[in-house]
């Protein structure tokens, strides 16, 4: 009979932890962040606010894709073979960390004050690379939070000349000029 009370005990315990791990997952998946990239080509910045459940999700479907067994036989292969059968541009996207190395949930729990977790970065520098712009900064934004129409919202960004931080309206694009330095670009927030 006692023994019988310590396996339900501990069977309990097992999955109190296990919710509990659950639940603390999917609070650091409603996390978001602002990411601001710069063109490649025009130098134009882009503001963007993406939740870390958004990241964890598009991480998943990027390695299930119909490339699932090209990763497979890329991380198999030795340099020499990769160097005669993949493209330059294949391997840079195929060696990334955001590919290489899976994403768990916790990984993008902001830790205040210091930079934001390496999961999120990677994703975001790959997101850049994909699309030809350059990751500039990524910040920490909130749990939840909405932009409304209503309030224009203020975000920080910086700028990609000097690096000095300025404020813009989201929900805008709009030329404008570094109060720090004057140079001028372009900002769709």
């Not at 958004?54 to 497979?72: A, P």
């Not at 975000?155 to 004057?182: E, R, Y």
């Amino acid at each position: 009979m006692d023994t019988w009370i310590i396996f339900t005990g501990i069977g309990v315990a097992v999955l109190f932890a296990i919710y509990h791990s659950g639940a603390r997952s999917e609070k650091i998946l409603n996390y978001q962040w602002i990411a601001q990239f710069k063109d490649e080509e025009s130098n134009d910045v882009i503001v963007r606010i993406f939740s870390s459940k958004e990241m964890y999700e598009g991480s998943r479907d990027l390695k299930k894709r119909d490339f699932r067994e090209v990763l497979d036989y890329f991380n198999s292969a030795d340099d020499i073979v990769r160097d005669y059968v993949f493209s330059e541009r294949e391997q840079t996207f195929f060696s990334h960390p955001a590919i290489s190395k899976p994403i768990a949930p916790l990984s993008f729990n902001p830790v205040h004050g210091t930079l934001p977790p390496k999961a999120v970065i990677n994703w975001l520098d790959l997101m850049a690379w994909l699309a030809g712009q350059e990751l500039m900064a990524v910040r920490y934004y909130g749990q939840d939070v909405g932009l409304s129409t209503e309030h224009k919202q203020k975000l920080m960004i910086d700028c990609p000349s000097c690096g000095g931080k300025m404020n813009v309206l989201a929900g805008k694009t709009m030329q404008t000029t570094c109060p720090h330095c004057g140079s001028k670009f372009k900002v769709t927030a």
